[in-house]
């Protein structure tokens, strides 16, 4: 059985890094320690960490650094929901009040970082689940937020990425992307996050592909979860966090299919931690998921009623998920 690290031996060490809230609490942090151990890239969660005022300067002296040290920068720009503009305060901050302005702001920052693809997340779960706007109109605000600020990202040579967070699909961000255009928008692929909605990763990156931007590096086991503890039958699946290599996804499978189609992707380790569970057995849970493939679900239900033992924890063992994304990516 091969190792996490013969496993993403095909992706070319210098588009493999590792998120830097995984190694530091600070971007200076992050970079210092990336560089004594021989990383290649960390990725900031927001050009914020560099500095506040979003000035070009500091941008770019944190790049030179960085670039002086080996470490190329990949870079987050917040969250983007227009019916949620309290998820969004840093964007209108950066924007003196306007979203679309701070969205612009915040891309010309992680271009002034070296970074041409920044990342944005479109929401969590109980946007989803819990709203009273429905899903579907969250999207379409967010595929026309993204195309009003198209021109701008163009004229930057950027590119936004849209996070498979734990609440968005594959063909939804696919959707995403062709409202706006694939030129300024592409996917920010993260397969733990797929198989919470019961996504198979391999076929969730083949439906992906020619627009993946990045994929985000973790694993998990899909374990039964009761509302009581000793539950005999459960109620729901849940996503239990492992090391890379203990879980169940096909990451040789997922390499494959990305380097196939989409070979300059970059790869971050990300260390995941929100407790997430898919109740699959609630009535409404197939016309919330109207994109679900029968196929890819059922496998899922068989690994999580079959081969996944109970676990007492589904965040896992932290420092150790750390230890083994690093030696995998990094």
């Known amino acids: 059985m091969s ?37 290649r890239a960390i990725h900031l969660d927001s050009p914020l960490d560099v500095d506040r005022t979003l000035a070009t300067d500091a941008m770019a002296a944190f790049r030179d650094r960085a670039s002086a040290l080996g470490v ?52 969590r779960e109980e946007d989803r689940f819990a709203s009273p706007i429905p899903w579907n109109d969250q999207l379409d605000a967010v595929a026309a937020a993204l195309r009003e ?28 992307v062709d409202a706006v255009g694939a030129d300024v ?28 931007g990045q994929v985000h590096v973790d694993d998990a086991r899909i374990v039964p979860w009761g509302d009581q503890p000793d539950e005999p039958a459960a109620e729901k699946l849940a996503r ?14 997922v390499v494959a299919a990305v380097s196939a189609s989409d070979p300059t992707a970059r790869w971050w380790g990300e260390i995941h931690r929100a407790e997430l ?12 998921h109207p994109d679900a493939r029968l196929d890819e679900v059922a496998a899922w239900l068989s690994l999580g009623s079959t081969a996944s033992p109970a676990v007492e924890s589904l965040v896992g063992d932290v420092p150790a998920r750390i230890g083994a994304v690093i030696a995998a990516v990094g």
Do not use: Y
């Not at 569970?277 to 919330?288: V, Y």
């Open 185 to 212: 928008v592409g996917v920010a692929f993260d397969p733990v996050n797929s198989i919470v909605r019961m996504e198979d990763p391999v076929s969730a990156a083949h439906r992906l592909a020619g627009v993946i």
């Open 277 to 288: 569970t898919m109740p699959f057995r609630a009535q409404d849970w197939f016309a919330r």
């Open 149 to 176: 600020v198209a021109p701008a990202v163009h004229d930057l040579g950027a590119r936004v990425l849209v996070k498979t967070h734990e609440e968005l699909t594959t063909p939804e961000a696919l959707r995403i």
């Open 72 to 123: 190329r920068l990949g870079v987050g720009i917040g969250s983007l929901n227009p019916f949620r503009p309290d998820r969004s305060p840093e964007l209108f901050a950066a924007g003196g009040g306007n979203l679309v302005q701070g969205l612009i702001a915040m891309v010309g920052a992680a271009v002034a970082l070296g970074c041409r693809t920044p990342m944005v997340v479109v929401g």
């Open 3 to 39: 190792s996490p690290s013969d496993t993403f031996a095909p992706v070319p060490p210098d588009l493999r890094g590792v998120f830097a809230k995984e190694l530091a609490s600070t971007a200076d942090e992050a970079l210092a320690r990336a560089a004594s151990g021989g990383l």
């Open 240 to 253: 239990a966090l492992v090391p890379v290599g203990d879980g169940q996804i096909d990451w040789a499978g």
